[in-house]
């Protein structure tokens, strides 16, 4: 059985060299992206992660990433993430959130993804709250 943590530190240091070859290597042509926050934003299949991997390489060229905290679980990995760079028209770009890898055969198999856009202005927990209660 593949360390799942090797292969994900693999992921980063793909991602941190801006290394779309080896990046995509990390996945398992039959991967499999889940987002159960936004369910229509999964995928299968590692041409869309080099697609979306190349666009943002192009969007923010000096990105990084690190995992800020991780547990193994038998084939998955609990990852935290943070991500930061700057956009092409100056702008300040930050993710962060949670990754759940399943590793096989030293390749990431599926992701649930929960990676979001870190918000700097909005409200607080109050207004958020209410917004979440809100009906459109």
Do not use: K
């Not at 697609?51 to 679980?73: E, K, Q, Y």
């Not at 390749?107 to 209410?130: H, I, K, M, W």
């Amino acid at each position: 059985m593949s360390d799942p943590m090797q292969v994900i530190d693999r992921l980063v240091a793909a991602t941190n060299a801006h290394d779309i070859e080896a990046l995509v290597e990390c996945f398992a042509p039959d991967y499999v992206n889940e987002t159960p926050a936004h369910p229509p934003r999964g995928f299968t299949g590692r041409d869309q992660v080099r697609r979306n991997w190349t666009s943002i390489f192009g969007g923010v060229p000096d990105i990084t990433t690190h995992v800020t905290a991780s547990v193994v679980d038998g084939d998955r990995a609990w990852t935290e993430w943070e991500m930061s760079g700057t956009r092409r028209d100056g702008a300040p770009h930050a993710m962060a959130g949670v990754i759940i890898f399943g590793v096989r055969d030293d390749r990431v198999t599926s992701a649930r993804f929960y990676l979001e856009p870190v918000e700097q202005a909005g409200g607080d927990v109050n207004t958020a709250v209410a917004d979440a209660l809100r009906t459109t």
